[in-house]
């Protein structure tokens, strides 16, 4: 009685079609992973901006510092941490603030870091592309 099985040839060919299959496929995974981390960014940034209304409805005028907002900005990932993004206000005045994400690691390895900002009339934009 004969057992029928496949031989090792046959194994190995079909694994390398897998992984030619995997090659093919991984490059356009990519833009999904950096488009999943920008949305890390917009939403510290939509919380930064939640806090400087607060801010403004009880000071009248907007903060540059996000310890007295309240913001704490979770360890980057260059420090151990889980966060993409470093968050900063980029400038406040009694009228307006601007606060920008930057990537603190090059997503797509082209020599940009991907950057975010936000301002008081909640206008959310991708100034570098990743």
């Known amino acids: ?9 046959e194994i190995l060919i079909v694994l390398c079609i897998i992984g030619i299959l995997l090659l ?6 990519t833009s999904v992973i950096s488009q999943a981390k ?4 917009q939403a510290m940034l939509n919380q930064v901006y939640g806090l400087e209304k607060s801010y403004f409805y009880r000071h009248s005028k907007y903060s540059n510092d996000l310890d007295e907002l309240g913001f704490e900005q979770e360890k980057t990932v260059d420090e151990g941490g889980q966060a993409v993004y470093k968050i ?12 920008r994400a930057t990537a603190v690691a090059d997503l797509d390895d082209d020599g940009s870091f991907n950057t975010w900002e936000i301002d008081n009339k909640k206008m959310l934009q991708e100034t570098i592309k990743e």
């Open 1 to 9: 009685m004969y057992v029928k099985a496949y031989s090792l040839t």
């Open 24 to 29: 093919m496929v991984l490059p356009n995974q």
């Open 38 to 41: 920008a949305i890390e960014a």
């Open 88 to 99: 900063e206000i980029a400038e406040a005045s009694a009228n307006s603030f601007m606060a």
